[in-house]
Protein backbone atom coordinates (compact mmCIF):
# COMPACT_ATOMS: atom_id res chain seq x y z
CA UNK A 1 0.00 0.00 0.00
CA UNK A 2 1.42 3.32 -0.78
CA UNK A 3 1.35 6.65 0.35
CA UNK A 4 -1.07 8.01 -1.72
CA UNK A 5 -3.61 4.94 -1.32
CA UNK A 6 -7.17 6.09 -1.75
CA UNK A 7 -6.55 9.57 -2.79
CA UNK A 8 -7.15 11.29 -5.74
CA UNK A 9 -5.41 13.65 -8.19
CA UNK A 10 -5.67 15.70 -11.41
CA UNK A 11 -2.46 16.12 -13.10
CA UNK A 12 -3.21 18.50 -16.12
CA UNK A 13 -0.90 18.23 -19.24
CA UNK A 14 -0.28 15.02 -18.62
CA UNK A 15 -0.07 13.40 -21.70
CA UNK A 16 3.98 13.64 -21.72
CA UNK A 17 6.48 15.69 -20.30
CA UNK A 18 6.04 17.00 -16.75
CA UNK A 19 3.29 16.06 -16.22
CA UNK A 20 3.01 12.39 -17.42
CA UNK A 21 6.27 11.94 -15.20
CA UNK A 22 4.29 13.13 -12.16
CA UNK A 23 0.99 11.24 -12.92
CA UNK A 24 3.42 8.29 -13.12
CA UNK A 25 4.94 9.26 -9.40
CA UNK A 26 1.91 9.65 -7.65
CA UNK A 27 0.34 6.63 -9.51
CA UNK A 28 3.61 4.55 -7.79
CA UNK A 29 1.78 5.50 -4.24
CA UNK A 30 -1.69 4.18 -5.25
CA UNK A 31 -3.59 7.03 -5.96
CA UNK A 32 -6.37 7.34 -8.52
CA UNK A 33 -4.98 10.04 -11.35
CA UNK A 34 -7.20 11.64 -13.54
CA UNK A 35 -4.88 11.97 -16.69
CA UNK A 36 -5.51 15.16 -18.76
CA UNK A 37 -4.50 16.80 -22.63
CA UNK A 38 -5.53 17.05 -25.81
CA UNK A 39 -3.48 13.76 -27.26
CA UNK A 40 -5.32 10.96 -27.36
CA UNK A 41 -3.71 9.50 -31.23
CA UNK A 42 -0.86 8.44 -30.83
CA UNK A 43 1.27 10.33 -34.16
CA UNK A 44 -0.88 13.25 -34.19
CA UNK A 45 1.39 15.41 -32.26
CA UNK A 46 5.00 16.18 -32.91
CA UNK A 47 6.18 14.98 -29.67
CA UNK A 48 5.32 10.75 -28.26
CA UNK A 49 3.03 10.51 -25.74
CA UNK A 50 -1.27 10.08 -25.12
CA UNK A 51 -3.10 10.80 -22.09
CA UNK A 52 -3.94 7.24 -23.05
CA UNK A 53 -0.49 5.63 -22.56
CA UNK A 54 -0.11 7.84 -19.65
CA UNK A 55 -2.71 6.46 -17.91
CA UNK A 56 -1.87 3.31 -18.59
CA UNK A 57 1.58 3.55 -17.02
CA UNK A 58 -0.29 4.97 -14.08
CA UNK A 59 -1.81 1.36 -13.52
CA UNK A 60 1.18 -0.48 -14.13
CA UNK A 61 2.54 1.59 -11.02
CA UNK A 62 0.07 0.48 -8.70
CA UNK A 63 -2.09 3.56 -9.43
CA UNK A 64 -5.48 3.69 -11.14
CA UNK A 65 -5.07 6.13 -14.51
CA UNK A 66 -7.92 7.36 -15.64
CA UNK A 67 -7.56 9.21 -19.21
CA UNK A 68 -9.34 12.19 -20.11
CA UNK A 69 -8.99 14.60 -23.17
CA UNK A 70 -9.74 17.86 -22.28
CA UNK A 71 -7.94 21.13 -24.15
CA UNK A 72 -7.46 23.79 -20.73
CA UNK A 73 -8.43 26.45 -23.07
CA UNK A 74 -11.76 25.41 -23.17
CA UNK A 75 -13.79 26.02 -19.83
CA UNK A 76 -16.39 23.58 -20.81
CA UNK A 77 -14.15 21.24 -20.62
CA UNK A 78 -12.51 21.44 -17.67
CA UNK A 79 -15.87 21.79 -16.08
CA UNK A 80 -16.94 18.28 -17.33
CA UNK A 81 -13.04 16.85 -15.95
CA UNK A 82 -14.54 18.21 -12.62
CA UNK A 83 -18.28 17.31 -12.59
CA UNK A 84 -16.10 13.17 -13.46
CA UNK A 85 -14.14 13.55 -10.95
CA UNK A 86 -17.03 14.00 -8.64
CA UNK A 87 -19.03 11.94 -9.57
CA UNK A 88 -16.90 9.27 -9.91
CA UNK A 89 -14.94 9.60 -6.66
CA UNK A 90 -16.64 11.74 -4.62
CA UNK A 91 -13.16 13.67 -3.84
CA UNK A 92 -10.14 15.31 -4.96
CA UNK A 93 -7.40 15.18 -2.75
CA UNK A 94 -4.32 16.71 -5.20
CA UNK A 95 -4.52 18.86 -8.12
CA UNK A 96 -1.38 19.93 -10.52
CA UNK A 97 -1.57 22.53 -12.74
CA UNK A 98 0.87 21.75 -14.97
CA UNK A 99 -0.87 22.26 -18.50
CA UNK A 100 1.26 24.83 -20.51
CA UNK A 101 0.91 26.29 -24.16
CA UNK A 102 4.41 26.21 -25.04
CA UNK A 103 5.26 27.60 -28.13
CA UNK A 104 7.86 25.98 -30.44
CA UNK A 105 9.88 28.77 -30.74
CA UNK A 106 10.37 29.49 -26.89
CA UNK A 107 14.05 28.44 -26.80
CA UNK A 108 15.23 30.48 -29.56
CA UNK A 109 17.22 33.77 -28.62
CA UNK A 110 15.01 36.58 -30.60
CA UNK A 111 12.96 39.60 -28.83
CA UNK A 112 9.15 39.43 -28.00
CA UNK A 113 8.31 41.55 -30.86
CA UNK A 114 10.22 39.16 -33.34
CA UNK A 115 7.76 36.53 -32.14
CA UNK A 116 4.51 36.09 -33.09
CA UNK A 117 1.69 37.70 -31.06
CA UNK A 118 0.18 34.08 -30.58
CA UNK A 119 2.83 33.53 -28.17
CA UNK A 120 0.51 35.20 -25.80
CA UNK A 121 -1.63 31.95 -25.68
CA UNK A 122 0.64 31.07 -22.53
CA UNK A 123 -1.46 33.52 -20.37
CA UNK A 124 -4.54 31.26 -21.37
CA UNK A 125 -3.40 28.02 -20.90
CA UNK A 126 -0.31 28.87 -18.81
CA UNK A 127 -1.93 31.03 -16.53
CA UNK A 128 -5.55 31.36 -16.59
CA UNK A 129 -6.23 27.81 -17.15
CA UNK A 130 -4.66 26.84 -13.29
CA UNK A 131 -6.97 29.24 -12.31
CA UNK A 132 -10.16 27.63 -13.84
CA UNK A 133 -9.10 24.62 -12.83
CA UNK A 134 -8.36 25.30 -9.23
CA UNK A 135 -11.75 27.12 -9.29
CA UNK A 136 -13.30 24.01 -9.94
CA UNK A 137 -10.76 21.79 -7.31
CA UNK A 138 -11.78 23.89 -4.45
CA UNK A 139 -15.18 23.64 -4.88
CA UNK A 140 -14.52 19.85 -4.48
CA UNK A 141 -12.08 19.96 -1.73
CA UNK A 142 -13.15 22.87 0.88
CA UNK A 143 -16.75 20.97 1.77
CA UNK A 144 -14.41 18.07 2.76
CA UNK A 145 -11.51 20.11 4.50
CA UNK A 146 -8.82 18.48 2.74
CA UNK A 147 -6.82 18.94 -0.53
CA UNK A 148 -3.67 20.29 -1.92
CA UNK A 149 -3.19 22.67 -5.06
CA UNK A 150 0.14 22.80 -6.83
CA UNK A 151 1.56 25.07 -9.74
CA UNK A 152 4.20 24.09 -11.80
CA UNK A 153 6.42 27.14 -12.32
CA UNK A 154 10.17 28.00 -11.97
CA UNK A 155 13.08 30.34 -10.93
CA UNK A 156 11.79 32.33 -13.97
CA UNK A 157 9.92 33.79 -12.02
CA UNK A 158 12.89 36.04 -10.77
CA UNK A 159 15.00 35.15 -13.30
CA UNK A 160 14.55 36.28 -17.01
CA UNK A 161 13.98 32.97 -18.78
CA UNK A 162 13.12 32.65 -22.34
CA UNK A 163 10.99 35.46 -22.99
CA UNK A 164 8.82 37.89 -22.20
CA UNK A 165 5.81 36.33 -21.81
CA UNK A 166 7.26 33.30 -20.22
CA UNK A 167 8.64 35.50 -17.23
CA UNK A 168 4.94 36.95 -16.99
CA UNK A 169 2.62 34.01 -16.90
CA UNK A 170 5.16 32.25 -13.96
CA UNK A 171 5.47 34.95 -12.35
CA UNK A 172 1.47 35.26 -11.77
CA UNK A 173 1.50 32.15 -11.16
CA UNK A 174 3.53 31.89 -8.18
CA UNK A 175 1.41 34.90 -7.53
CA UNK A 176 -1.45 33.29 -7.90
CA UNK A 177 -0.58 30.06 -5.67
CA UNK A 178 0.17 32.65 -2.69
CA UNK A 179 -3.67 34.58 -2.94
CA UNK A 180 -5.51 31.27 -3.33
CA UNK A 181 -3.59 30.00 -0.02
CA UNK A 182 -5.10 32.74 1.60
CA UNK A 183 -8.79 31.99 0.67
CA UNK A 184 -8.00 28.51 1.34
CA UNK A 185 -6.35 28.42 4.60
CA UNK A 186 -9.72 28.65 6.27
CA UNK A 187 -11.01 25.69 4.70
CA UNK A 188 -7.42 23.61 5.59
CA UNK A 189 -6.40 23.28 1.63
CA UNK A 190 -2.62 23.94 1.04
CA UNK A 191 -1.69 25.79 -2.62
CA UNK A 192 1.73 26.41 -3.47
CA UNK A 193 3.92 26.36 -6.62
CA UNK A 194 7.35 24.31 -7.10
CA UNK A 195 10.06 25.94 -8.96
CA UNK A 196 11.75 23.72 -11.64
CA UNK A 197 15.19 23.67 -13.22
CA UNK A 198 15.99 21.99 -16.23
CA UNK A 199 13.58 18.45 -16.89
CA UNK A 200 14.32 15.98 -19.24
CA UNK A 201 10.94 16.07 -20.90
CA UNK A 202 10.68 14.81 -24.82
CA UNK A 203 10.80 18.66 -25.77
CA UNK A 204 14.12 19.05 -23.48
CA UNK A 205 15.50 16.30 -24.86
CA UNK A 206 14.67 17.30 -28.56
CA UNK A 207 16.16 20.82 -28.58
CA UNK A 208 19.54 19.55 -26.73
CA UNK A 209 20.12 17.52 -29.57
CA UNK A 210 18.99 20.02 -32.04
CA UNK A 211 21.18 22.92 -30.34
CA UNK A 212 24.02 21.35 -28.39
CA UNK A 213 25.19 25.15 -27.30
CA UNK A 214 22.39 24.92 -25.04
CA UNK A 215 23.99 22.61 -23.00
CA UNK A 216 26.51 25.17 -22.25
CA UNK A 217 24.07 27.66 -20.51
CA UNK A 218 23.13 27.53 -17.14
CA UNK A 219 19.52 27.34 -17.47
CA UNK A 220 19.82 24.21 -19.92
CA UNK A 221 23.11 22.43 -18.56
CA UNK A 222 22.19 18.60 -18.28
CA UNK A 223 23.92 17.99 -15.54
CA UNK A 224 21.78 19.79 -12.95
CA UNK A 225 18.58 18.54 -14.96
CA UNK A 226 16.34 15.42 -13.43
CA UNK A 227 13.72 13.24 -14.58
CA UNK A 228 10.16 13.91 -15.89
CA UNK A 229 9.56 11.95 -12.39
CA UNK A 230 11.03 14.02 -9.68
CA UNK A 231 8.68 16.65 -9.41
CA UNK A 232 5.93 13.73 -8.44
CA UNK A 233 8.22 12.18 -6.36
CA UNK A 234 7.77 15.58 -4.58
CA UNK A 235 4.96 16.03 -4.40
CA UNK A 236 3.48 12.68 -3.48
CA UNK A 237 5.79 13.87 -0.48
CA UNK A 238 3.73 17.05 0.05
CA UNK A 239 0.59 15.02 -0.10
CA UNK A 240 1.38 12.73 1.97
CA UNK A 241 2.76 15.65 4.76
CA UNK A 242 0.05 15.91 7.31
CA UNK A 243 1.81 19.27 7.78
CA UNK A 244 1.49 20.54 4.76
CA UNK A 245 -0.14 23.32 5.47
CA UNK A 246 3.04 24.99 6.93
CA UNK A 247 4.11 25.37 3.36
CA UNK A 248 1.03 26.80 2.02
CA UNK A 249 1.47 29.81 0.34
CA UNK A 250 4.61 29.61 -0.34
CA UNK A 251 7.04 28.76 -3.54
CA UNK A 252 9.48 26.29 -3.50
CA UNK A 253 12.27 24.94 -5.07
CA UNK A 254 11.50 21.70 -5.93
CA UNK A 255 15.10 20.44 -5.17
CA UNK A 256 15.17 21.63 -2.00
CA UNK A 257 11.97 20.20 -1.19
CA UNK A 258 13.24 17.18 -2.12
CA UNK A 259 16.24 17.13 0.30
CA UNK A 260 13.88 18.02 2.64
CA UNK A 261 12.34 14.45 2.44
CA UNK A 262 15.10 12.80 1.73
CA UNK A 263 13.94 12.11 -1.91
CA UNK A 264 16.23 11.69 -4.55
CA UNK A 265 15.41 11.09 -8.64
CA UNK A 266 15.07 7.61 -10.31
CA UNK A 267 19.05 7.15 -10.44
CA UNK A 268 19.49 8.23 -6.54
CA UNK A 269 21.26 11.46 -7.91
CA UNK A 270 20.53 14.26 -5.31
CA UNK A 271 18.69 16.86 -7.54
CA UNK A 272 20.86 20.30 -6.61
CA UNK A 273 19.20 23.59 -5.88
CA UNK A 274 20.13 26.49 -8.52
CA UNK A 275 19.52 29.09 -5.63
CA UNK A 276 22.70 30.76 -6.02
CA UNK A 277 23.09 30.67 -9.63
CA UNK A 278 19.31 31.43 -10.56
CA UNK A 279 17.63 33.09 -7.71
CA UNK A 280 15.17 32.90 -4.45
CA UNK A 281 11.66 32.57 -4.62
CA UNK A 282 9.90 35.45 -3.37
CA UNK A 283 6.36 34.37 -1.83
CA UNK A 284 7.13 32.04 1.66
CA UNK A 285 4.57 30.36 3.26
CA UNK A 286 1.35 32.44 4.76
CA UNK A 287 1.92 31.27 8.29
CA UNK A 288 5.40 33.10 7.88
CA UNK A 289 3.41 36.09 7.72
CA UNK A 290 0.68 36.86 9.92
CA UNK A 291 0.79 40.23 8.93
CA UNK A 292 1.00 42.04 5.43
CA UNK A 293 0.17 38.84 3.85
Not at 121 to 140: P, Y
Not at 165 to 178: P, W
Not at 201 to 226: F, Q, S, W, Y
Request: proline residues 6%; aromatic residues 6%.
Amino acid sequence: MGSLTGKVAVVTGASRGIGKGIALALGAEGATVYVTGRTVTPGTHPLPGTVGETAAEVDARGGTGIAVQVDHADDDQVAALFTQVEREQGRLDILVNNAFALPEDLTEPRPFWEKPLSNWDMVDVGVRSNFVAAWHAAKIMTPRKSGLIVAISGYVGVTYTYGVVFGTCKSAVDRMARDMAIELEPYNVASLSLWQGLTFTERANRNLERDPAMKERIVTNPAIGCSTEHPGRVIAALAADPEVMRRSGGTFITAEVAQDYGITDVDGKVVPSLRAERGSPIWHPIVEAPRGR
